[in-house]
């Protein structure tokens, strides 16, 4: 990793992909690796996840499936039909595409505002689990997929 990274470290921890029916795909991961399907559980209702999408308060939810792989998370993700940056995708791309790659940081505004300052903008932001925020940045014009950035209390 270089001294000018953004991140501050290369670590991947998840990869998320956008699927239009959750259960199926599930499934179909489960019996590919031999695995129980995880549990499916819906994202958090506004008050609690404070969801913003480009710049404004949204009610978006998202139905969620975490398959914890050794070295990686892949996150199945089924978006409601209001506005956020995985209906978007669903809608621009279809089922199926790497909707972003997720990384652990560190000091989660500073790096926010040196990405904005690279012409990468925040898209969607929240404080999705207990002990953390997310959020999404539009990378998708340099790097051709969404980073996500995680950080952890």
Known sequence: MGEKSFLG??????IGIIVKDI???????????????PPIK?????????THYKGNPVESRAKLAFFKMENIQIELIEPD?????WREFLEDHGEGGVHHIAFIVNGMKQIVASM????MPLVQK?????????AYMDSFGQLKVI???????
């Open 126 to 134: 929240g404080g999705e689990y207990d002990g953390g925020r997310y």
């Open 116 to 119: 904005e300052n690279e012409n």
């Open 9 to 14: 470290t290369d670590f991947v921890a998840q």
């Open 147 to 153: 980073l996500e950035l995680l950080e952890n209390d």
């Open 42 to 50: 819906w994202t958090d209702e506004y008050d609690k996840a404070q």
């Open 81 to 85: 039909e209001n506005p956020s940056t």
């Open 23 to 37: 259960d199926k795909t599930a499934q179909a991961f489960a019996d590919f690796f031999g695995v129980d399907v």
